[in-house]
């Protein structure tokens, strides 16, 4: 087991996904994580410093402690002989700096700040459409939506709905295929003109079984009998309308996103 910081002086998501990026190659490894985010000045720095010596002295094991902080001297703070440092900006800036040609400015919050007021609204306006589009809540905006994500209840449509918006501008909804729609084994009518924008979802039915069980436990709903008709009738449903789709069993949300807008071409809006 090793403990993991991931330090930064913004939010910590991009030095989280950086980091988590490269975790993900040692599989055999049980990493015990934690984010410690807006550390901006010293004295939160040193705070930070106190929970890391805290953990080492618990457990005896060196730190793995993963930073992105602007100010060369809050980030030389961890630099301490008890931890593995790895510091993204003094590992990538350096040798972007010499390729270039140029210094790097070094300002903070640039990866996160409203630098384009144009393209933060882009965003926020399709995290709402795809707030608003959400589970077939209404179909009346559809003719506005970049994709428009069809399959079974509990195969991801939400969640692939929102990371596309907030990471890519996409203007996506979703549509649960019910009961009354795997029934009559046809497209549902409301779909039928908007049919170029579709796009499935499936999964494994013991996947499917597990997510259904740990919800709603000793139901008709999560009985793997259900669980099997529904998912061979929406796989058989898109084949028959030619509806691209992929299974989400073993696919994170960023590569069941990254699958989608590939297979049908969809780009980032901003």
């Known amino acids: 087991m090793k403990n993991v910081f991931f330090i930064s002086d913004r939010t910590g998501i991009t030095t989280e996904g950086l980091g988590n990026a490269l975790l993900s190659q040692f599989e055999s490894v049980d990493f015990q994580k934690e984010v410690i985010p807006f550390v901006d000045t010293i004295y939160k720095a040193d705070q930070a410093i106190v929970r890391i010596n805290n953990r080492y002295n618990k457990d005896s094991i060196k730190p793995i402690v993963l930073t992105s902080i602007i100010n060369p001297t809050i980030r030389n703070k961890f630099k301490l002989p008890h931890v593995f440092h790895i510091d993204f900006f003094e590992s990538f800036v350096p040798s972007l700096e010499a390729e270039i040609g140029i210094s790097s400015s070094l300002t903070l919050g640039k990866s996160h700040g409203i630098i384009d007021e144009d393209k933060y609204y882009k965003r926020i306006e399709a995290i709402d459409f795809s707030l608003y589009n959400d589970d077939g809540m209404t179909v009346k905006d559809f003719d506005q939506a970049d994709v428009i994500l069809i399959g079974v209840s509990r195969v991801g449509k939400t969640p692939t709905c929102l990371y596309l918006a907030i990471n890519y501008g996409i203007k996506a909804a979703n549509y ?33 079984h597990h997510i259904r069980t740990n919800r709603l436990p000793n139901s008709e709903y999560s009985s793997i009998t259900t669980c099997t008709k529904e998912i061979n009738t929406a796989e058989h449903l898109m084949r028959t309308y030619d509806i691209p789709y ?25």
């Open 176 to 208: 649960p295929l019910v009961e009354n729609d795997l029934k009559q084994d046809k497209l549902p009518k409301a779909l039928i003109a908007y049919h170029s924008k579709l796009f499935g979802l499936t999964i494994d039915v013991d996947r499917l």
């Open 246 to 270: 992929l299974n989400t069993s073993k696919k994170s949300i960023e590569e069941i996103s990254v699958g989608i807008m590939h297979s049908i071409n969809l780009t980032k809006k901003f």
